[in-house]
């Protein structure tokens, strides 16, 4: 949803490399809010520095896109009459990994999927 953090997608924890334990997010320090940054030093000191948790590029588990343009753009993802249920996953789920890799959605990016999102003249149609 809008305001979720974006290191941990919202569930405030964040696995480590190897999946054997999670540590609280130091993006939202456990709420799944994306916080303020004022608040950013307030829990750190409690957890190893550095390498205790790296934001992942790679999307794992049911994520929302996190910024304006990703949640517009997975609407209409989700609401176009011409991809299958695979495709619009598949969009859906590089949407967020897109989002995580830029921070945000790029022109591009949006052009390029709104293209397979609408129907728009094809040779089929
Ligand atoms: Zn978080």
Not at 38 to 47: G, L, N
Not at 55 to 75: D, I, M, N, R, W
């Amino acid at each position: 949803m809008e305001g979720d953090c974006r290191l941990c997608g919202g569930d405030g924890r964040i696995g480590n490399a190897l999946g054997r334990s999670t540590a609280t997010c130091p993006g939202c320090h456990g709420s799944g809010r994306r916080g303020d940054t004022s608040t950013a030093f307030h829990d750190v000191t409690k957890t190893k520095p550095s390498h205790h948790a790296r934001p992942e590029a790679v999307a794992k588990g049911p994520k929302v896109p996190v910024t304006p343009e990703g949640a517009q753009l997975a609407s209409e993802v989700s609401a176009s009459t011409v991809l299958t249920e695979d495709a619009k996953t598949r969009l859906l789920a590089e949407i967020m990994n897109h989002e995580s890799t830029h921070g945000r959605c790029t022109q591009t990016f949006l052009k390029k999927v709104r293209k397979q999102a609408r129907p728009g003249p094809g040779p089929k149609s």
